[in-house]
């Protein structure tokens, strides 16, 4: 049976602003008080797939969580990977199965960055590898040392959004939000390599991020706004 | 994911020794193929060669006494299709990169990973389903019918098999006759791009002919002649980032207004980039404009075609692509 697969009660709410706020910028602090007012339920949140759990398995599980798994019969220990994210040096000890994604969300906390797909197809999970956008749960965390990450809740300078981010909130380039952090990712990146120069070339090389609400054309009409703007990285 | 010990090699010959010493290991570029098939379960290996600091293995360049150009064993997809030397001499090799996957994937992805990816056969790529001879040797095929076979192949199955190889940029390696460079602990290989992945015959596990403890350091794309046209064609169930129903890639040299020499490789149709040599020999002489010779020459190539209950499709539509890609290569 799967230990994340049971039933849990409704989570409280936060009003429209307050979510958009957060699925868009990924700003550490609103999130964290979302989160804070939400743990007793989000710790159990359905859809985190059974790989979130190897992420964690040396620290304690959260209080209010189901049972953890057992830890795996095959044992092959920890090693010291240190990231270097929106600017900052994190050191961590991680098997070397933790994928980026899970190193970033379940061990950091900077759970902007989304798990969709968990298979490289939705493109939720996008952030940028020395200024390059790449599916982070295909990539592996201890790949990773010496390389600069930037994450959404690193795209913004500051107070200052990303004109990709004042754009995309300018042209209601979301509904749910969930798909938002990749999509804007994956733009900064489109727009630095010279690929926006219309819709059909957005359509094109923004095929790698997907979403379910069907915002596309709100999308489209954000990243060609933004990218006659100067961005502030990238 | 099962668990793995990892390493990081500094060198080749790190990475050789690696594998030498633990015949289990699997090298990991990009991963965008491998780790998920971790995470599937398909693939369960325990330990990893991380072979993404091998910068001299990452290289674009002219390879020495006029031979072409090498590209790289680790050389990632979107630099390979926006490098100058392979945009201009080779543009059917950059037109078929950027018809696969997302940016993203591109980003990670390597040659020498595009080369040795798996096929996207959902029988193979979901462990629970119990029978695929190229995941479990014997346990049979789910694809045949009664299975669902809509993306599978028509050209060169066998009882035990009808995967497709999922590569766009095989195809066109294909059609360019490369050459898959290799380092063994005691040879090297220079392997003609026809001979490198295998038909499945009695044994599709074996997706290549590459030995277990060897690694691929580059692949050798032959010189051009001037005035070569070339066109890569890819059909698929949506617009952008899925894999072909049926590609095409397409190489002419003319003389005059007739075809010297043709080279069309197929995609989406085989266990292996398909070279359409049936329809090559044909079309020789032939004016690449007229549509009806280049019509009976892919009737003729698709002639030996097995389908199966979901993919008759495929027949003619391969048929069509060729006509196309040929026509897209001379307009």
Redesign the interface.
């Known amino acids: 049976m799967h230990p994340l697969r049971e039933e849990v009660p409704p989570s409280p709410q936060p009003n429209g602003d307050e979510l958009d706020e957060i699925l868009t910028f990924g700003d550490p602090l609103t999130r964290r008080r979302f989160l804070h007012r939400t743990a007793l339920t989000a710790a159990a949140v359905v859809a985190v797939p059974a790989?979130a759990r190897?992420a964690s398995a040396e620290s304690p599980p959260p209080a209010a969580a189901p049972a953890s798994p057992a830890p795996?019969a095959?044992?092959?220990?920890t090693?010291d990977v240190t990231l270097s994210i929106n600017g900052r040096t994190y050191p961590l000890k991680i098997?070397?199965?933790v994928?980026l994604l899970d190193a970033l969300r379940e061990r950091l906390r900077l759970t902007g960055s989304k798990k969709g797909c968990?298979?490289?197809q939705c493109?939720a999970c996008?952030v940028l590898i020395n200024g390059?956008?790449?599916?982070s749960c295909?990539?592996?965390a201890?790949?990773h040392e010496g390389d600069e990450i930037t994450t959404i809740e690193g795209i913004a300078k500051g107070e200052e959004l990303h004109p990709v981010q004042a754009a995309f909130i300018k042209h209601d380039g979301f509904q749910c939000g969930y798909c938002t952090p990749g999509q804007i990712c994956?733009a900064v990146?489109?727009i630095a390599?010279g690929?926006a120069k219309d819709e059909a070339e957005l359509?094109?090389?923004m095929?790698?991020?997907i979403c379910r609400c069907g915002a596309y054309t709100n999308i489209r009409a954000a990243i060609l706004e933004a990218r006659d703007q100067k961005p502030a990285i990238a | 994911m099962n668990a793995f010990t990892y390493s990081r090699a500094a060198d080749p010959a790190g990475a050789l020794s690696e594998l030498s010493a633990r015949p289990q290991a699997k090298l990991l570029g990009g991963g965008t193929n491998l780790i998920d098939l971790m995470k599937m379960g398909v693939e369960e290996p325990p330990h990893l060669v991380d072979v993404n600091r091998l910068a001299a293995l990452a290289r674009i360049e002219e390879a020495p006494g006029g031979k072409g150009v090498t590209l790289g064993a680790l050389a990632r997809n979107s630099d390979a299709a926006q490098h100058p030397l392979i945009v201009q001499r080779y543009p059917v090799l950059a037109q078929a990169i950027l018809s696969g996957a997302s940016p993203q994937l591109r980003n990670r992805a390597t040659t020498a990973g595009n080369l040795l990816q798996r096929t996207r056969c959902p029988y193979f790529y979901d462990p629970a389903f119990p029978s695929c001879n190229k995941r479990r040797p014997g346990s049979g095929c789910g694809a045949l019918d009664p299975g669902y076979n809509r993306m599978h192949a028509i050209l060169g199955t066998s009882p035990a098999c009808i995967a497709t190889h999922p590569s766009d940029m095989c195809v066109a390696l294909a059609a360019l006759e490369a050459i898959v460079l290799t380092q063994g602990p005691t040879e090297q290989r220079a392997i003609p791009f026809e001979e490198f992945h295998r038909l499945p015959g009695d044994q599709p596990e074996l997706d290549t002919i590459l030995r277990a403890d060897e690694l691929i350091t580059a692949v050798q794309l032959p010189p051009q002649p001037a005035g070569r046209r070339s066109h890569y064609l890819k059909v698929r169930d949506r617009a952008s980032y899925a894999f072909a129903l049926v590609s095409a890639a397409v190489v002419i040299d003319l003389e005059g207004d007739a075809i010297k020499t043709i080279r069309i490789a197929l995609g989406g149709v085989a266990h292996k980039p398909w070279r359409a040599k049936k329809a090559e020999a044909a079309l020789v002489g032939k004016n690449p404009r007229d549509e009806a010779a280049i019509r009976a020459a892919a009737e003729l190539e698709l002639a030996d075609a097995k389908p199966h209950e979901h993919n008759k499709f495929k027949v003619e539509l391969a048929k069509r692509v060729i006509v196309r890609a040929v026509g897209n290569a001379v307009a």
């Open positions: 790989l190897h795996p095959v044992e092959t220990g090693m098997e070397p199965r994928t968990d298979h490289g493109g996008t390059q956008r790449v599916n295909l990539a592996l201890a790949c994956s990146a489109c390599e690929h359509r094109e090389w095929s790698g991020n």
